[in-house]
């Protein structure tokens, strides 16, 4: 996944390189501004139609599931989670799949960022641990396995270090 975002980042990086170069190579043709100014009005009209539909559209795709949904079903298990630099502790490590699990995050420290993930490395859910606060997210697992929490804020020296596991057993 990081390195097909590299890789988009690199190819969007080199468009835009070109548009300066065509811009650069084009700075010494005269033109007569009215002529310019007609012409970039009429397509700052329409890139703005653009991003007002594609901003919509993807708006709309991302929020299916609707989240709300996914908050109301009842929680049959609860998980407190302490973070602190540089461990996660978990008051448990075993859950099945189906429970609707809330974690309830928290920080004895500084901020950290609790991330899960699955064995494919993409990402389930996450919320800020933060000190004095606990945070609350829920998730329920569909398929059996072992998977991660990672420390997604920046926490110092081991942040790199701070991983746990959950392993998810099959349903009863
Ligand atoms: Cu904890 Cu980064």
Redesign the pocket.
């Known amino acids: 996944m990081q390195s097909l975002a590299a890789q988009i980042t690199f190819v969007l990086l080199v468009l835009l390189a070109l548009c300066f170069i065509y811009v650069l190579t084009r700075t010494s043709i005269p033109a007569p501004l009215e002529k310019l100014t007609t012409g970039a009005y009429q397509l700052r009209n329409r890139l703005f139609v653009l991003a007002l539909v594609i901003g919509a559209l993807i708006t709309g795709f991302t929020l299916l599931p609707w989240p709300h949904d996914a908050q109301a079903a009842q929680v049959t298990r609860r998980i407190d989670v302490k973070?602190r630099?540089?461990m996660w502790e978990l008051s448990d490590q075993t859950v099945r799949v189906g429970e609707v699990i809330e974690f309830r995050v928290t920080s004895e420290d500084?901020n950290?960022?609790f991330a899960l993930y699955d064995e494919r490395q993409q990402m389930l859910a996450q919320i800020q641990?933060m000190p004095g606060f606990t945070n609350k997210v829920r998730y329920h697992f569909t398929t059996p396995g072992v998977y991660k929490v990672l420390?997604?804020?920046?926490?110092?020296v081991a942040?790199?270090g701070?991983v746990a596991d959950i392993q998810v057993l099959p349903k009863l």
């Open positions: 973070a630099q540089w500084v950290h960022g641990a420390c997604l804020e920046y926490c110092g942040h790199h701070m």
